[in-house]
């Protein structure tokens, strides 16, 4: 194994054996046991088939978010606002769901296809105000996330209800839930989600490494000036990128409309989804591949970290910050990349 690969290797299992060690340290500093909660952590995920099931129900929109986030990121772009593409999306699937009668082959395809749709056109529009007008994308996608949450409550109460708090179920012709993953996992809410995510992935891989397309939103990404004076159309390609981004999270969305839920309700504030997806994109350094393997850390702590209360005794304050840590030194990896490099600079 020549040194590039065994720093590969080694850089990320020694980052993640120092968030754990520092996860550890936290539990003993407040009186914890970190074995019996490292172990409540690992029978939360993955002790058995049940809470397998869960971890992948979890870990299906995180894969969506990550791409969504990741592909911005690859032109240079920084989508804050997967999260309101995400309520975007699952509003139009659920819509869709509720309101169509279609047999299962036109019904399922039709929700997940606007759903991808309605959060390709909240990308849409930071991504046009950003190529015309040069107005940040940070700042209109932070606000498209309030305008998102909070049409989408009126919509729900107003339009999709008789003024109730959630919409009714969709029909079981636009349901993504699997009986078969049900009964084999006692009852989870695994469903069918996890293979359109993989293929998603696969998809991003394709885009960004084997076309065209892909190389130009890299090199856009890379150096905007370069690439316009490369003959690029820069701003078509800004304007791309943020809809395939939105794309991806409005099918988050619908995994959760389609899959998890069967609904949609009133939300209170932002479910997160979005905002895990920076998290779960920088992890996998914004390659399709790594976005995959982020969402699995990342759900696995999620769906683990609600047993370590009950069975451990780790109140839940402490349990995010020790899931924090966890995943604070993973993405620290260059400190560690860096630290050997160093001792094996010394060493010669």
């Known amino acids: ?16 054996l120092i968030g754990l060690v520092a996860g550890a340290l936290i539990m003993l500093g407040f009186g914890y046991n ?13 002790g058995d088939i049940y809470y397998f099931g869960e971890t992948v129900r979890q870990v299906t929109p995180y894969i969506f978010t990550g791409l969504a986030v990741a592909f911005a990121f690859r ?45 390709a056109v909240w990308g849409f529009i930071p991504g046009l105000l950003k190529a015309t007008r040069g107005v940040h994308e940070v700042i209109v996608t932070i606000m498209l996330n309030y305008t998102a949450l909070y049409a989408a409550n009126a919509i729900v109460r107003n339009v999709l209800s008789d003024n109730e708090d959630k919409t009714p179920d969709v029909a ?4 993504l839930a699997s009986e078969w993953f049900q009964n084999m996992t006692y009852f989870s809410r695994m469903h069918y989600g996890i293979f359109i995510a993989l293929f998603t992935a696969v998809i991003m891989w394709f885009i ?16 905007e000036h370069a690439s316009k004076y490369a003959g690029m159309n820069v701003k078509r390609n800004i304007i791309l990128s943020m809809v395939i981004a939105g794309a991806f999270a409005g099918l988050a969305g619908a995994m959760e409309g389609l899959g998890t839920f ?19 994109a920088l992890l996998g350094a914004n390659t399709a591949i790594g976005v995959v393997l982020a969402a699995i850390l ?10 370590m209360p009950t069975e451990a005794g780790v109140p839940t304050e402490l349990v995010d910050i020790i899931i924090a840590l966890i995943i604070f030194f993973v993405a620290s990896g260059y400190i560690i990349r860096w630290l050997l490099l160093r001792f094996k600079k010394e060493g010669k």
């Open 1 to 16: 194994m020549n040194t590039n690969k065994l720093f590969n290797v080694l850089v990320p299992l020694i980052s993640a």
């Open 34 to 46: 970190p074995i019996k909660g490292y172990a409540a952590l690992w029978n939360g995920a993955f």
């Open 75 to 119: 032109s240079g772009l920084l989508n804050i606002g997967a999260e309101g593409q995400v309520i975007v999306g699952w509003l139009a699937a659920v819509w869709i769901g509720t309101t169509v009668e279609a047999p299962m082959i036109i019904h399922l395809p039709l929700a997940v296809i606007v759903a991808a749709l309605a959060g």
């Open 172 to 175: 079981g012709t636009a349901s």
């Open 208 to 223: 960004i490494e084997r076309t065209s397309l892909g190389y130009e939103l890299k090199s856009v990404g890379f150096n």
């Open 262 to 280: 069967g609904y949609m309700s009133v939300q209170s504030g932002f479910n997160n989804l979005g905002f895990d997806g920076i998290a779960v």
């Open 298 to 307: 990342f759900g696995s702590l999620k769906v683990g970290g609600l047993n």
